[in-house]
């Protein structure tokens, strides 16, 4: 397959009253470098991705209460048959629009939602979506209602849910990965002008809080997630999360004092260490010296 390798479903009907072209990108498995490329290169990462995928990141777009939008998916070139054939249904029934090929810059996704939307808004929305994370019903409503014609500006949804096991934290991040730009379709810069931290130096931004928007799933082969936030009560966020969190118990007393009285703490202190940290190493030597150095810490051997 080629970057022409590329299906486009028709253009959803346009909303009149909003005049808004939202489309959510994800990368799945584009070819990168770095240390996401080593973590590809292990044994039954694209098994676990695409089981993590239909579990998580399919049934939450399913489920949004404003379906006003479309959805691109970058896959590699080079993917196996197998995983062409199990998106297959996605493509059939109009979720996904799979885009082949070996790299997407922003530039690339703004012609590229062009294509799938027509164009024909008056604001564009870009949202980046991993293929391993989740989003709350109402996710892409709010954002609809906030965005403003005449205006570009990156927009955050701040708090949102982690789950590791059984557990479920409840987290504010400001300028979390679920980025998303909303801007006139003329210039359009999108939410993969930058990294998500640093779209602000492009535009204006704005985190808006309210109730947990998204939910980010912490498993083995996770490059960059870990466990932050305050452990809760699973129960509070079901309604939102269209059956994710079924099955997920609430956190014993016991569970909930050991958490606040140590688990927290030295989760907090870690994350200022390594906040600190990752602010000097981008001052010294960027981004891509960043990006050398989670590679390299990728390479280092586990210790148990």
């Known amino acids: 397959m080629t970057d022409s390798a590329v299906r486009h479903g028709e253009a959803p009907a346009n909303d009149l009253k909003t005049a808004i072209d939202h489309v959510l990108v994800t990368r799945f498995?584009?070819?990168?470098?770095?240390?996401?490329?080593?973590?590809?290169?292990?044994?039954?990462?694209?098994?676990?991705?695409?089981?993590?995928?239909?579990?998580?990141?399919?049934?939450?777009v399913r489920h949004q209460t404003v379906r006003d939008f479309r959805w691109i998916v970058y896959l590699d070139p080079q993917s196996p048959a197998w995983l062409v054939e199990r998106l297959a249904p996605l493509v059939d029934d109009g979720l996904i629009t799979p885009i082949y090929t070996e790299h997407a810059?922003?530039?690339?996704?703004?012609?590229?939602?062009?294509?799938?939307?027509?164009?024909?808004?008056?604001?564009?929305?870009?949202?980046?979506?991993?293929?391993?994370?989740?989003?709350?019903?109402?996710?892409?409503?709010?954002?609809?209602?906030?965005?403003?014609?005449?205006?570009?500006?990156?927009?955050?949804?701040?708090?949102?849910?982690?789950?590791?096991?059984?557990?479920?934290?409840?987290?504010?991040d400001p300028h979390n990965a679920f980025c998303s730009v909303a801007e006139p379709w003329d210039g359009a810069l999108t939410a993969w002008r930058d990294w998500h931290i640093g779209l602000s130096d492009h535009m204006p931004a704005e985190t808006l809080d309210g109730p947990p928007a998204w939910l980010q799933v912490v498993h083995g082969k996770n490059v960059s997630n870990r466990v932050r936030g305050r452990l809760v009560d699973p129960s509070r966020y079901r309604d939102s999360f269209a059956g994710l969190l079924d099955g997920v118990p609430r956190p014993s007393r016991r569970v909930l004092l050991r958490e606040t009285a140590l688990a927290r703490p030295a989760r907090e202190g870690r994350e200022l260490v390594r906040s600190a940290g990752k602010a000097v190493v981008l001052r010294v030597v960027g981004k891509d010296g960043l990006q050398t150095l989670r590679g390299w810490l990728a390479r280092r051997p586990s210790r148990r």
Do not use: C, K, M
């Open 105 to 172: 810059t922003w530039e690339n996704v703004r012609d590229d939602a062009r294509a799938v939307t027509g164009g024909a808004g008056s604001i564009l929305i870009t949202t980046n979506l991993d293929n391993d994370d989740a989003l709350a019903t109402d996710f892409v409503e709010r954002l609809q209602q906030r965005a403003t014609p005449g205006r570009r500006e990156a927009l955050y949804l701040g708090y949102g849910l982690i789950v590791h096991g059984d557990r479920v934290y409840l987290r504010r």
């Open 29 to 60: 498995n584009l070819p990168s470098p770095g240390p996401e490329s080593l973590i590809r290169a292990q044994d039954g990462w694209l098994a676990e991705r695409i089981e993590l995928f239909e579990t998580y990141t399919v049934p939450s």
